[in-house]
T-cell receptor, first 113, second 113 residues
Framework: DTAVSQTPKYLVTQMGNDKSIKCEQN?????MYWYKQDSKKFLKIMFS???????INETVPNRFSPKSPDKAHLNLHINSLELGDSAVYFC????????????FGPGTRLLVL | AQSVSQHNHHVILSEAASLELGCNYS??????LFWYVQYPGQHLQLLLK??????LVKGIKGFEAEFIKSKFSFNLRKPSVQWSDTAEYFC???????????FGKGTRLSVIA
């Protein structure tokens, strides 16, 4: 069974559209994260949720809105997509906040045309 | 703020050569240190981690890393690389509390036959 899963795996869309990426973990972890990996492979934290509560919100445009319906799910909704949003988005989870080992999903490759 | 430096952007080695990838971090307090690997087209996987105790930690696939507090370093080593070690390697650091996991910019390792 996949520990951290994301859908879709690939997403190609036009500028200005709104899209969502879903993430689910079956590890029973309390904390989930979204990361953005740019074309140079640089990984940066975007958001972190602990038990459905937002605990980390890095400097991300407010077009990005995470939603955690329960502690096993953390979805990412992006409004008015821009070219610069093209990247690979990774979801991750950990048992505790921040300083524990994080388990990553397979990534969602987003291409904005 | 914490930061992580990986000095080597791209390392090319022949099979059976020894590997050492540098990682330095800037944070004066107690840290937790990680090395993650990302094989081509795949998600990040944990190679090894240091939380406390013996500063020489052993990970999967024959990798090890040494935490040298005085040098703020956590270099990754492997005595003999294989072609299958070709991947992107990320060093990451976090401290206690809600601080996010901060990644270095990654080192691409190419192992040639």
């Amino acid at each position: 069974d996949t520990a951290v899963s994301q859908t879709p795996k690939y997403l190609v869309t036009q500028m200005g559209n709104d899209k969502s990426i879903k993430c689910e973990q079956n590890l029973g972890h309390d904390t989930m994260y979204w990361y953005k990996q740019d074309s140079k492979k640089f990984l940066k934290i975007m958001f972190s949720y602990n038990n459905k509560e937002l605990i980390i919100n890095e400097t991300v445009p407010n077009r990005f809105s995470p939603k955690s319906p329960d502690k096993a799910h953390l979805n990412l909704h992006i409004n008015s997509l821009e070219l610069g949003d093209s990247a690979v988005y990774f979801c991750a989870s950990s048992q505790l906040r921040g300083h524990e080992t994080q388990y990553f999903g397979p990534g969602t490759r987003l291409l904005v045309l | 703020a914490q930061s992580v430096s990986q000095h080597n952007h791209h390392v090319i080695l022949s099979e059976a050569a020894s590997l050492e990838l540098g990682c330095n971090y800037s944070y004066g307090g107690t840290v937790n240190l990680f090395w993650y690997v990302q094989y081509p087209g795949q998600h990040l996987q944990l190679l090894l981690k240091y939380f406390s105790g013996d500063p020489l930690v052993k990970g999967i696939k024959g990798f090890e890393a040494e935490f040298i507090k005085s040098k703020f370093s956590f270099n990754l080593r492997k005595p003999s690389v294989q072609w299958s070690d070709t991947a992107e390697y990320f060093c990451a650091v976090t401290s206690s509390g809600n601080t996010p996991l901060v990644f270095g910019k990654g080192t691409r390792l190419s192992v040639i036959a």
